[in-house]
């Protein structure tokens, strides 16, 4: 728990750190990170998850997808329109207006999200 909150005091001064809890089952990994998270005020530390399962493992990024998946609310059986707005309206709130990761984003999440530059220069010209 000292080094979990050591890690946190440490994102405050913007440094960032990888924590690996390791145990055989039932040893309480999942519990210390539960009573860990309680002791946060999530309202001035974001907290993310993403998951890794077992059948998740020849997935590339599967986890990285997970934690994209949540925090940009996609639930399965979205369609590909569906994803493209949530990833187009969330990916704002996170990060501001980001066009330019549409892309990236749309293929970690197996949804083509084409690239919208084309249209933005074209709208450059049009303007000039
Ligand atoms: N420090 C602890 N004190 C009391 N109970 C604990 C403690 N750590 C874990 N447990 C309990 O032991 C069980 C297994 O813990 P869990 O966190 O699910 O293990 P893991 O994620 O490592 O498989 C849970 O019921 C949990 O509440
Ligand atoms: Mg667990």
Known sequence: MAQLSDAVDRLRAG???IIS???????????LVEEFKATLDLKEIQWREGH?????????YAPVTDMLRRALR????DSPSKIR???ERRVELLVGRREDLMPYIGSLLASPI?????QARFLEATLA
């Open 85 to 87: 707005e949530k990833v």
């Open 114 to 118: 084409p690239n919208s530059r084309g």
């Open 15 to 17: 440094k960032g750190s």
């Open 52 to 60: 890794a399962y077992a059948y998740s493992q020849n997935i590339p």
């Open 21 to 31: 809890i390791c145990g055989d089952a039932g040893t309480g990994k999942s519990r």
């Open 74 to 77: 996609i639930e399965e059986g």
